[in-house]
């Protein structure tokens, strides 16, 4: 019998093979990946295509687990620019642009050949993912991309004490900037948490001093006792990055009760 193309002819394995001496660019690999009856068949057109699009609705649509993983990782080899041939950086970044899928951009983010691509892959991770989540990939990047603005960049947004920690014994000998951010913003941390102990004192002192039952005669040692309290609670409010309304609440609450018995003293 005669077939127009290997591709129409009924055995798959000798349409596999067919398909596996096509080139990168060619239109017809993407009608089989689409159209073919056969797994193995779709799977070696999957691996072949470097169409972005294409490669995203295949990731999704195709009917078999196995091609869809292979389209998947296809997709990230392709627009990381790790592929034999492809797609011109700028068609990368438009497509990466118009993209949402967080596990692909985690990956441009890490593996990408082009810094540019890397550098768009963290700023839309930034503003399109809880920065809680991708703490440590920001780490890993911070300390080992090649290129100090990505590294510099990824390190910014690290907030986490124990990442931070880490990227600081990563980076040291290696970059000094990177390298004194963590340093820096460990000791941030750590008068704010510092700051933060404090006020949690002041707010126990100043409600011990409400419930007490017995005021001096004058109120003098009292007055005394939460002049000090709020003298201390001032130092540390300056010096934390911000105060928990319910901290507030209660230490408010403990003035308004002391300064109320402090009045009717001095009535």
Not at 211 to 221: I, L, P, Q, R
Request: proline share 3%; hydrophobic share 40%; aromatic share 2%.
């Amino acid at each position: 019998m005669w077939f127009k193309s290997k591709i129409e002819h009924p055995d798959p394995e000798i349409r596999r093979k067919h398909v596996e001496q096509l080139e990168a660019d060619d239109a017809a690999l993407i009608e089989v990946a689409r159209d073919d009856p056969h797994p193995d068949v779709r799977s070696a057109a999957v691996a072949r295509i470097v169409d972005l699009p294409v490669l995203q609705e295949l990731v999704s649509a195709d009917g078999d687990q196995r091609v869809r993983e292979i389209a998947s990782a296809r997709l990230h080899e392709v627009i990381a620019g790790n592929g034999d041939s492809s797609p011109a950086l700028e068609s990368r970044l438009a497509f990466l642009d118009s993209s949402a899928d967080d596990r692909l951009m985690r990956f441009v983010a890490r593996s990408a050949q082009e810094p540019a691509l890397r550098k768009v892959a963290i700023n839309r991770l930034l503003a399109q993912t809880d920065k809680a989540s991708i703490q440590d990939l920001l780490c890993d990047i911070a300390a080992d991309d090649p290129v100090q603005e990505i590294r510099q960049a990824a390190a910014q947004p690290i907030q986490d004490k124990d990442r931070l920690q880490k990227l600081l014994e990563r980076s040291r000998g290696r970059d000094k900037s990177v390298h004194r951010l963590a340093r820096d913003r460990l000791e941030q941390i750590q008068v704010h948490w510092a700051a933060r102990e404090g006020l949690e004192e002041c707010c126990g002192d100043a409600e011990q001093l409400a419930v007490e039952h017995h005021f001096s005669a004058d109120g003098k040692a009292e007055a005394a006792r939460l002049a000090r309290v709020t003298g201390q609670w001032d130092l540390h409010a300056a010096a934390a990055d911000q105060i928990e309304q319910q901290l507030t609440s209660r230490y408010q609450a403990a003035r308004d009760g002391i300064e109320s018995k402090l009045a009717a003293i001095r009535i």
